[in-house]
Structures are given as C-alpha cells and as structure tokens.
C-alpha cells in the first residue's frame, strides 16, 4: 500500500505568532493558497484521506476532500507531537519557548514528560508506529493521503529509515545540530509499504504523478 503524508499549509504559529491553544491553530492565508494548491496537484483519486483533529491540519485538507468528495474521511491521532507542558506555555511566541526546547532536546531523554498535555518522545514514536501499523492493514492496493504536522512526518520518516534504533537514538537522530530534520509547509512525503516493510518512498514538492506507483 501507498500513505502520502502532507503537512499542512502555513500557520500562523509558524510566522512566530503567539499561540494560546496548539491545536485551534489557523492557517494563515498564504497557508490556504498551499492547502488549495495540493488539492489540484493530486494525480490520482485516493482510497482514504486521513487527517488529525487540529484545525490547521483540517483547514489544508478540507480542498482535497472537497475535490474527492466520494473517498471516506477519517480523524486519526496523528496530531503535533507536544513535548512542553501546554499551560506553561501557551500563549508566548516560539522565539519565548527557544531556550526551553534546545534543553528538552540536548536531554535527549525519551521518557522525560514536561507535565500534564504534554508526551514523551517514546511515548510519541508509540503513536507514530501504531500509525503505521494502522496504514499496513489496509488492503495492498491502498492510496492513502494523510494530511499531518511536520515532526510527526519527521518521526514516521525516522521510524522507517532507523527500524534498529533504540529510542534514545531515535531521539538523537531526530533533532542534530540543534534543528529538526524539517519537513516544509505542505511538503508530501511518500511511503511505500512493500514485502511487509515500509520504505520511505520519495519527497515531493510537485504534482505526485507515477512518483510512488513502484
């Protein structure tokens, strides 16, 4: 089977708005245009478009759904991995929360929760791999696109590339030199699932075409 993962358009945390809830996060308008370019770019009608419970994720899929309007939709816990405890800081900008984060991360403990609402990185690469699992009992000829958030890319992308590391190396290869591997607004990253493996298929920044019918 076949998941393109999407995530979604420009938010307006990710201009370095202050946000006071992660996931009532809008798109902003350029975030719409992306939102509405994928919908168009789509070479292939899907089985399933699968998206998380957070707006900005619903806003860029809602024109890809629209376009499909026969292909089931579905709301899976696949949302934003949220590693600070939310009440502590929700609504400060990113540029507030920067010392706190290259902390958690210089850590590098994956079982380390900062409170209540937030999860461990162990506890998140779980989510990610039920994910998978949860794409791998789809029918074999399955075409899936699931509209998510750009770590939670990252970590499947991690999950199927490093299949022998351990959490902390998981965690470790997850975030180098200080920065995330990042997934861009409305970049689609590919996964093919083939001989019972996952094989991270391709980065696509255009129209998806034949890219991921190997």
């Given at each position: 089977?076949?998941?393109?993962?999407?995530?979604?358009?420009?938010?307006?945390?990710?201009?370095?708005?202050?946000?006071?809830?992660?996931?009532?996060?809008?798109?902003?308008?350029?975030?719409?245009?992306?939102?509405?370019?994928?919908?168009?770019?789509?070479?292939?009608?899907?089985?399933?478009?699968?998206?998380?419970?957070?707006?900005r994720t619903k806003q860029t899929a809602a024109p890809t759904i629209a376009r499909f309007p026969?292909?089931?939709?579905?709301?899976?816990?696949?949302?934003?991995?949220?590693?600070?405890?939310?009440?502590?800081?929700?609504?400060?900008?990113?540029?507030?929360?920067?010392?706190?984060?290259?902390?958690?991360?210089?850590?590098?403990?994956?079982?380390?929760?900062?409170?209540?609402?937030?999860?461990?990185?162990?506890?998140?690469?779980?989510?990610?791999?039920?994910?998978?699992?949860?794409?791998?009992?789809?029918?074999?000829?399955?075409?899936?696109?699931?509209?998510?958030?750009?770590?939670?890319?990252?970590?499947?992308?991690?999950?199927?590339?490093?299949?022998?590391?351990?959490?902390?190396?998981?965690?470790?290869?997850?975030?180098?030199?200080?920065?995330?591997?990042?997934?861009?607004?409305?970049?689609?990253?590919?996964?093919?699932?083939?001989?019972?493996?996952w094989e991270c298929a391709a980065t696509l920044?255009?129209?998806?075409?034949?890219?991921?019918?190997?």
């Open positions: 089977m076949r998941a393109i993962f999407i995530r979604h358009g420009e938010s307006t945390a990710n201009t370095g708005l202050a946000s006071a809830d992660v996931a009532s996060i809008a798109l902003t308008q350029r975030g719409e245009g992306e939102a509405s370019r994928i919908a168009r770019d789509w070479s292939e009608v899907p089985s399933l478009i699968v998206t998380s419970p957070f707006q026969g292909v089931p939709v579905e709301t899976w816990p696949i949302e934003e991995f949220t590693y600070l405890q939310p009440a502590r800081w929700n609504g400060t900008a990113s540029a507030d929360r920067r010392p706190h984060v290259e902390r958690y991360w210089t850590a590098a403990d994956p079982a380390y929760c900062d409170g209540e609402g937030a999860e461990s990185f162990g506890g998140f690469l779980r989510r990610v791999e039920a994910t998978l699992a949860r794409l791998a009992a789809l029918p074999s000829t399955s075409l899936v696109y699931v509209f998510g958030h750009g770590q939670f890319i990252q970590a499947a992308r991690t999950v199927v590339t490093g299949p022998d590391l351990d959490d902390t190396a998981q965690m470790r290869a997850f975030w180098r030199d200080g920065a995330p591997p990042l997934v861009a607004n409305a970049q689609r990253v590919g996964f093919h699932r083939k001989e019972g493996r920044e255009g129209p998806v075409a034949h890219i991921l019918r190997h």
